[in-house]
């Protein structure tokens, strides 16, 4: 199966281009980005040796949907999707932080917990609580935004502001954003029999006014629990039925892999590939409640092109 793991495109007007762990953006004129959702896969800020066919569609649409749907919250970047696999949207300058909003104790929150962590980007964490247990209010853990092969590192509301990463004026606002942002989040995953457990916003800022930028709300940038099953597990101290890219990072760690510079990525077999590519399929489908229609996948370059160069010739 085809997988859109590069691209090398030439836009009209085309000024830049950005190469991240997934999206490839190109800067048209200054005043426009095409965003490129490939099938790449990253985990542990590594980016992994074989694509995942549909899971650039599935992430560009879920993303495209829940801009639409949050819209009235905060203006965001989206213009248009000619593709399902593109977003064209305006230009901004993003802010050098991720806002990470958490409503539980689990992943990588969970597991400095219990190396003994009490306190997550300054917002501190009682004492006794258990893996999976929600936090009494969704809490706010920023990060910094590391450069391709980094890692990402915790930092606090405190020290963004001194470190005049954002002004103490725009954090007040992302934080509001952000907040609200999940809620109506929560809102729909529970329409759809999830709860939304954690998420990641990015925001940007263009002619004085802040957008939400890049993707929201998809299975790479949040983490779902299943709604029925989650007390009971919880109850019994069971993991939790998980929508997100966590299966990804227990494939590789049960496999040997953490991220570390001395450790060698698992084989990714053609059977890891597809099963990889069905989950997302899953994904896609229990978070929007939608059949995911397949597109042609035999030209991704020519079709994706295509349809770019016609939007932008509007």
């Keep these: 199966m085809n997988a859109l793991v590069k691209t090398n495109f030439k836009f009209p007007n085309l000024k830049s281009v950005y190469n991240g762990k997934v999206r490839d953006v190109y800067n048209i004129g200054d005043e426009m980005l095409v965003m490129i959702v490939t099938d790449r896969i990253s985990a542990f800020d590594v980016v992994l040796p074989k694509g995942i066919p549909y899971k650039g569609q599935v992430l560009n649409q879920i993303a495209s949907k829940f801009l639409d749907a949050t819209a009235d919250i905060v203006p965001n970047w989206k213009i248009s999707s000619p593709d399902p696999m593109v977003t064209v949207g305006h230009k901004c300058e993003p802010f ?82 952000s907040l609200k942002l999940f809620e109506r989040g929560q809102e729909i995953a529970r329409k759809m029999g999830l709860i939304l457990v954690d998420t990641k916003y990015e925001f940007g800022k263009k002619d004085g006014k802040i957008y939400l930028i890049d993707e929201i709300h998809t299975p ?14 919880f109850d019994k101290g069971e993991p939790q039925r998980q929508l997100s890219k966590e299966f990804v990072r227990e494939w590789l760690m049960s496999n040997g892999f953490k991220g570390q510079p001395e450790e060698t990525i698992p084989e990714m077999t053609d059977e890891i590939v597809s099963s990889i590519s069905e989950r997302y399929i899953e994904l896609y489908e229990k978070i929007t409640g939608e059949k995911f229609l397949r597109t042609d996948i035999t030209n991704l370059e020519e079709r994706i092109f295509n349809n770019v160069i016609n939007f932008l010739n509007l």
């Excluded at 258990?130 to 590391?146: M, V």
């Excluded at 790479?220 to 597990?233: A, I, W």
């Design 220 to 233: 790479d940038s949040s983490r779902y629990f299943y709604l029925d099953t989650y007390q009971e597990r």
């Design 96 to 177: 050098s932080v991720e806002m990470i909003v958490r409503a539980y104790l689990t992943g990588s929150s969970w597991r400095e917990y219990q190396k003994g962590a009490r306190e997550i980007c300054g917002v501190k964490i009682p004492e006794g609580m258990r893996e999976h247990q929600a936090f009494e209010k969704p809490i706010l853990t920023p990060t910094t935004k590391a450069e391709m092969g980094l890692h990402d590192e915790n930092i606090s509301r405190e020290e963004i502001i001194s470190r005049g990463l954002v002004s103490e004026e725009d954090y007040v606002k992302l934080e509001e954003y």
